[in-house]
T-cell receptor
Framework: DTGVSQNPRHKITKRGQNVTFRCDPISEHNRLYWYRQTLGQGPEFLTYFQNEAQLEKSRLLSDRFSAERPKGSFSTLEIQRTEQGDSAMYLC???????????FGQGTRLTVV | DAKTTQPNSMESNEEEPVHLPCNHSTISGTDYIHWYRQLPSQGPEYVIHGLTSNVNNRMASLAIAEDRKSSTLILHRATLRDAAVYYCIPGGTASKLTFGTGTRLQVTL
Protein backbone atom coordinates (compact mmCIF):
# COMPACT_ATOMS: atom_id res chain seq x y z
CA ASP A 1 0.00 0.00 0.00
CA THR A 2 1.36 3.40 -0.94
CA GLY A 3 -0.38 5.30 1.84
CA VAL A 4 -2.89 8.13 1.59
CA SER A 5 -2.96 9.69 -1.85
CA GLN A 6 -4.22 13.18 -2.64
CA ASN A 7 -4.81 14.75 -6.03
CA PRO A 8 -3.98 17.19 -7.34
CA ARG A 9 -0.92 18.21 -5.35
CA HIS A 10 -1.27 21.82 -6.43
CA LYS A 11 -4.22 23.82 -7.72
CA ILE A 12 -4.33 27.45 -8.81
CA THR A 13 -7.78 28.83 -9.45
CA LYS A 14 -9.42 32.17 -10.02
CA ARG A 15 -11.66 33.61 -7.37
CA GLY A 16 -15.23 32.50 -7.85
CA GLN A 17 -14.38 29.18 -9.50
CA ASN A 18 -15.25 25.79 -8.07
CA VAL A 19 -12.55 23.28 -7.20
CA THR A 20 -12.63 19.62 -6.22
CA PHE A 21 -9.93 17.62 -4.48
CA ARG A 22 -9.69 13.87 -4.18
CA CYS A 23 -8.35 11.69 -1.40
CA ASP A 24 -7.69 7.96 -1.62
CA PRO A 25 -7.20 6.55 1.88
CA ILE A 26 -5.30 3.44 2.87
CA SER A 27 -7.52 0.66 1.57
CA GLU A 28 -8.67 -1.01 4.79
CA HIS A 29 -9.16 2.24 6.71
CA ASN A 30 -12.78 3.07 7.45
CA ARG A 31 -12.17 6.56 8.87
CA LEU A 32 -11.25 9.49 6.65
CA TYR A 33 -10.56 13.07 7.71
CA TRP A 34 -10.09 16.41 6.05
CA TYR A 35 -7.97 19.19 7.52
CA ARG A 36 -6.94 22.64 6.33
CA GLN A 37 -3.59 24.24 7.07
CA THR A 38 -2.59 27.85 6.50
CA LEU A 39 0.97 29.14 6.61
CA GLY A 40 2.54 29.03 10.05
CA GLN A 41 -0.42 27.27 11.64
CA GLY A 42 -1.13 23.69 12.56
CA PRO A 43 -3.75 21.76 10.60
CA GLU A 44 -7.39 22.53 11.47
CA PHE A 45 -10.04 19.83 11.46
CA LEU A 46 -12.76 20.19 8.83
CA THR A 47 -14.74 16.96 8.75
CA TYR A 48 -14.54 13.21 9.05
CA PHE A 49 -16.24 10.11 7.70
CA GLN A 50 -16.68 6.66 9.06
CA ASN A 51 -17.24 4.53 6.00
CA GLU A 52 -19.65 6.59 3.89
CA ALA A 53 -21.24 8.47 6.80
CA GLN A 54 -20.09 12.02 7.51
CA LEU A 55 -20.04 12.03 11.32
CA GLU A 56 -18.71 15.45 12.21
CA LYS A 57 -18.26 18.82 10.52
CA SER A 58 -16.33 21.78 11.87
CA ARG A 59 -17.78 25.25 11.92
CA LEU A 60 -14.92 26.06 9.53
CA LEU A 61 -16.78 24.09 6.89
CA SER A 62 -18.99 26.81 5.45
CA ASP A 63 -21.87 26.08 3.10
CA ARG A 64 -19.48 26.60 0.17
CA PHE A 65 -17.64 23.45 1.22
CA SER A 66 -18.97 19.97 0.70
CA ALA A 67 -17.34 16.61 1.23
CA GLU A 68 -18.46 13.20 0.12
CA ARG A 69 -17.26 9.65 0.50
CA PRO A 70 -19.41 7.49 -1.76
CA LYS A 71 -19.21 3.77 -1.03
CA GLY A 72 -16.84 4.46 1.85
CA SER A 73 -13.75 4.47 -0.31
CA PHE A 74 -12.23 7.64 -1.79
CA SER A 75 -13.44 11.08 -0.75
CA THR A 76 -13.86 14.40 -2.50
CA LEU A 77 -13.81 17.88 -1.06
CA GLU A 78 -15.45 20.56 -3.18
CA ILE A 79 -15.19 24.29 -2.64
CA GLN A 80 -17.70 26.40 -4.51
CA ARG A 81 -17.19 30.08 -5.39
CA THR A 82 -13.64 30.09 -4.08
CA GLU A 83 -12.37 33.10 -2.15
CA GLN A 84 -8.80 34.22 -1.54
CA GLY A 85 -9.17 33.16 2.08
CA ASP A 86 -9.60 29.58 0.92
CA SER A 87 -5.94 29.49 -0.10
CA ALA A 88 -4.39 26.81 2.08
CA MET A 89 -3.07 23.28 2.17
CA TYR A 90 -5.90 20.74 2.32
CA LEU A 91 -4.85 17.55 4.06
CA CYS A 92 -6.54 14.19 4.09
CA UNK A 93 -5.89 11.47 6.65
CA UNK A 94 -7.21 8.00 7.29
CA UNK A 95 -7.27 5.56 10.15
CA UNK A 96 -8.73 2.27 11.19
CA UNK A 97 -11.60 2.39 13.69
CA UNK A 98 -10.15 2.02 17.17
CA UNK A 99 -6.59 2.79 16.09
CA UNK A 100 -4.95 5.87 17.50
CA UNK A 101 -2.64 6.47 14.57
CA UNK A 102 -3.82 8.59 11.66
CA UNK A 103 -1.98 8.53 8.35
CA PHE A 104 -1.83 11.76 6.38
CA GLY A 105 -1.45 12.41 2.70
CA GLN A 106 0.90 15.03 1.33
CA GLY A 107 -1.92 17.49 0.82
CA THR A 108 -3.33 19.62 -1.96
CA ARG A 109 -2.09 23.19 -1.99
CA LEU A 110 -4.80 25.56 -3.20
CA THR A 111 -3.99 29.07 -4.36
CA VAL A 112 -6.90 31.36 -5.18
CA VAL A 113 -5.90 34.36 -7.30
CA ASP B 1 -10.23 20.05 23.85
CA ALA B 2 -7.29 20.35 26.22
CA LYS B 3 -5.09 23.40 25.74
CA THR B 4 -1.41 22.74 25.08
CA THR B 5 1.67 24.89 25.47
CA GLN B 6 4.84 24.11 23.53
CA PRO B 7 7.96 26.19 22.86
CA ASN B 8 7.77 27.87 19.47
CA SER B 9 11.20 26.60 18.48
CA MET B 10 14.16 24.57 19.67
CA GLU B 11 17.60 23.83 18.33
CA SER B 12 19.74 20.76 18.62
CA ASN B 13 23.06 19.52 17.35
CA GLU B 14 23.07 16.39 15.27
CA GLU B 15 23.63 13.14 17.16
CA GLU B 16 22.56 14.73 20.45
CA PRO B 17 19.37 13.94 22.39
CA VAL B 18 16.46 16.33 22.16
CA HIS B 19 13.75 16.81 24.77
CA LEU B 20 10.61 18.48 23.46
CA PRO B 21 8.29 19.58 26.29
CA CYS B 22 4.53 19.99 26.25
CA ASN B 23 2.20 21.28 28.94
CA HIS B 24 -1.38 20.03 28.84
CA SER B 25 -2.69 20.90 32.27
CA THR B 26 -6.38 20.64 31.27
CA ILE B 27 -6.09 17.13 29.86
CA SER B 28 -9.00 14.87 30.75
CA GLY B 29 -8.49 11.59 32.51
CA THR B 30 -9.24 9.51 29.43
CA ASP B 31 -7.28 11.53 26.87
CA TYR B 32 -4.23 10.04 25.25
CA ILE B 33 -1.22 12.20 24.47
CA HIS B 34 -0.41 12.01 20.79
CA TRP B 35 2.70 13.38 19.12
CA TYR B 36 2.88 14.06 15.43
CA ARG B 37 5.55 15.78 13.40
CA GLN B 38 5.44 17.57 10.08
CA LEU B 39 8.48 17.71 7.86
CA PRO B 40 8.71 20.57 5.35
CA SER B 41 6.21 20.23 2.51
CA GLN B 42 4.79 17.00 3.96
CA GLY B 43 1.63 16.00 5.76
CA PRO B 44 1.87 15.29 9.49
CA GLU B 45 3.38 11.98 10.52
CA TYR B 46 2.51 9.98 13.64
CA VAL B 47 5.36 9.73 16.12
CA ILE B 48 4.08 8.17 19.34
CA HIS B 49 1.23 8.17 21.83
CA GLY B 50 0.76 7.34 25.49
CA LEU B 51 -1.77 7.42 28.29
CA THR B 52 -0.05 7.16 31.65
CA SER B 53 3.14 5.14 31.33
CA ASN B 54 6.27 6.12 29.47
CA VAL B 55 6.40 4.70 25.96
CA ASN B 56 9.17 3.81 23.54
CA ASN B 57 9.11 3.05 19.84
CA ARG B 58 11.63 3.07 17.04
CA MET B 59 11.23 6.80 16.48
CA ALA B 60 11.15 8.26 19.96
CA SER B 61 10.32 7.94 23.64
CA LEU B 62 7.48 9.64 25.45
CA ALA B 63 7.83 10.55 29.11
CA ILE B 64 4.55 11.41 30.81
CA ALA B 65 4.46 13.23 34.13
CA GLU B 66 2.78 11.42 36.97
CA ASP B 67 -0.02 14.01 37.13
CA ARG B 68 -0.32 13.85 33.30
CA LYS B 69 -0.24 17.61 33.04
CA SER B 70 2.90 17.56 30.97
CA SER B 71 4.88 15.25 28.73
CA THR B 72 8.22 15.21 26.97
CA LEU B 73 9.04 13.74 23.59
CA ILE B 74 12.59 12.44 23.51
CA LEU B 75 14.56 11.96 20.33
CA HIS B 76 17.59 10.00 21.44
CA ARG B 77 19.94 11.03 18.66
CA ALA B 78 18.70 13.86 16.49
CA THR B 79 19.52 13.75 12.80
CA LEU B 80 19.03 16.35 10.09
CA ARG B 81 15.98 14.37 8.98
CA ASP B 82 14.34 15.06 12.34
CA ALA B 83 14.06 18.78 11.55
CA ALA B 84 10.31 19.34 11.62
CA VAL B 85 7.42 20.89 13.52
CA TYR B 86 6.44 18.65 16.43
CA TYR B 87 2.86 18.72 17.68
CA CYS B 88 1.66 17.51 21.06
CA ILE B 89 -2.06 16.63 20.91
CA PRO B 90 -4.11 15.45 23.86
CA GLY B 91 -7.22 13.64 22.73
CA GLY B 92 -9.17 10.44 22.37
CA THR B 93 -9.05 8.23 19.34
CA ALA B 94 -7.88 9.77 16.10
CA SER B 95 -11.38 10.93 15.15
CA LYS B 96 -10.35 14.55 15.52
CA LEU B 97 -6.85 15.81 16.15
CA THR B 98 -6.62 19.36 17.45
CA PHE B 99 -3.24 20.69 16.39
CA GLY B 100 -1.66 23.74 17.97
CA THR B 101 1.27 25.59 16.44
CA GLY B 102 3.82 23.05 17.67
CA THR B 103 7.57 23.32 18.20
CA ARG B 104 9.82 23.89 15.23
CA LEU B 105 12.96 21.79 15.75
CA GLN B 106 16.12 22.84 13.98
CA VAL B 107 18.99 20.36 13.82
CA THR B 108 22.44 21.55 12.95
CA LEU B 109 25.69 19.78 12.15
Amino acid sequence: DTGVSQNPRHKITKRGQNVTFRCDPISEHNRLYWYRQTLGQGPEFLTYFQNEAQLEKSRLLSDRFSAERPKGSFSTLEIQRTEQGDSAMYLCASSQLGQLEAFFGQGTRLTVV
Amino acid sequence: DAKTTQPNSMESNEEEPVHLPCNHSTISGTDYIHWYRQLPSQGPEYVIHGLTSNVNNRMASLAIAEDRKSSTLILHRATLRDAAVYYCIPGGTASKLTFGTGTRLQVTL
